[in-house]
């Protein structure tokens, strides 16, 4: 085993969350590379001491570019807004560090093409953090519909709704601000990256997206508060997407449905330990859809829990992630989603955009 000294720039919401999964990753996966939480970055030296003592970091900063330069500082990973993504990680990337960048990879679809350049010039370990597919149930679901067992997609339907919004007297804050910041920008990459890895590529799009609430406590809302799209894919399956910060009692609803020739999946991540299977087979009146409880035999289960049905979390999705990415730097082959992946994300939440601005409907190749 040999130790990497990881820095993480962002204390709060994801930066917790990846300084927790560094911590414990090794023990949950017997990891080759063994993390060390060396640095830390926050928006002022005090918080960023108070993140240092909480997590157990060695240091701490106030200038990401302190910890990304640092010589101590092996390998990077990126949990701040993202209109500073790209500056981050194209100097972490100049000087050879691995970099791992929560979604989306910048604030437009030119930052996320330039971190993709950046990162392939560098042949460094690079990942984007879309951590909901990795539930043991959407890992599951991918590798069914990869080996044929519910038949050709014909249709794909998702959403990622959540009520965080819903209120119009919640006050504004840096969510309402800028397009890269609403629902589009902020909740739409997780399904759109759902979309692409269970049923492949989109090829075209209609889209349409909606301020409900204009205004708020504190300011007037300059970005989107629902979306939708309808989508093409590459195989033929015909698709439909929804996204929404103001969908009234939704927490998490990272959800879809998948219609095949042989059957059918349902999933929904308010009830992440469990998948929805329907097999066209049998009887018809025995047929119908059963509930499948995630265990030690679906995918990264068992590291967590040896016992079915008592399930994983959120925390372990990210740990997840940190395993992935450790492999990605120890083996030096690109581990999914690489900075490329969250590129082709962003194409597609541009070109819906393009097609809800001219009302026709869009080529991604355009984008």
């Given amino acids: 085993m040999s130790q990497i000294r990881i820095g993480i720039l962002g204390g709060g919401y994801m930066g917790k969350a990846h300084s927790v999964a560094m911590s414990a990753v090794g023990a949950v996966f017997n990891t080759g590379l063994r993390p060390r939480l060396e640095m830390i970055c926050a928006s002022s030296p005090e918080s960023a001491e108070r993140y240092r003592a909480a997590y157990g970091f060695h240091r701490s900063t106030h200038d990401w570019r302190t910890l990304v330069k640092d010589p101590e500082v092996d390998a990077i990973v990126i949990a701040t807004p993202q209109e500073i993504h790209r500056d981050i990680a194209e100097a972490a990337l100049a000087l050879g ?27 460094v370990a690079n990942m984007v953090g879309f951590n909901y597919i990795r539930t043991p149930a959407s890992q599951f679901a991918r590798q069914m519909i990869a080996d044929g067992e519910i038949g050709d997609i014909t249709w794909f339907r998702g959403e990622h709704t959540e009520d965080f919004y819903a209120d119009p007297e919640t006050p504004a804050s840096w969510r309402t601000e800028g397009m890269a910041n609403g629902t589009m920008g902020d909740l739409a990459p997780h399904m759109i990256n759902a979309a692409l890895a269970l049923i492949g590529p989109i090829t075209r799009v209609m889209g349409s997206y909606e301020t409900v609430h204009k205004s708020r406590p504190g300011g007037r809302v300059t970005n989107d508060d629902h979306g939708q799209m309808m989508c093409r894919f590459e195989n033929g399956a015909m698709g439909h997407m929804y996204f929404s910060r103001i969908a009234t009692g939704r927490k998490m609803g990272y959800a879809y449905d998948i219609s095949g020739t042989k059957g059918a999946i349902r999933f929904d991540q308010e009830d992440q330990n469990a998948i929805w299977l329907y097999r066209a087979e049998g009887r018809e009146a025995e047929r119908g859809f059963r509930k499948i409880l995630t265990g030690p035999a679906h995918p990264d289960y068992e590291p967590f829990c040896q016992g079915p049905g008592h399930g994983t979390g959120y925390q372990d999705q ?33 070109a819906t955009l393009a097609s809800a601005d001219s009302g026709i409907w869009t080529d991604i190749r355009d984008f």
């Fill in 318 to 350: 990210i740990i997840i992630e940190a395993r992935d990415f450790l492999r990605a730097i120890e083996t030096g082959a690109p581990v999914w989603p690489t900075f490329r992946d969250g590129y082709e994300v962003n194409r597609v939440i541009a």
């Fill in 97 to 123: 560090k691995p970099v791992f960048c929560e979604k989306p990879m910048g604030a437009s679809i030119d930052d996320s093409a330039a971190m993709v350049a950046a990162a392939e010039a560098s042949g």
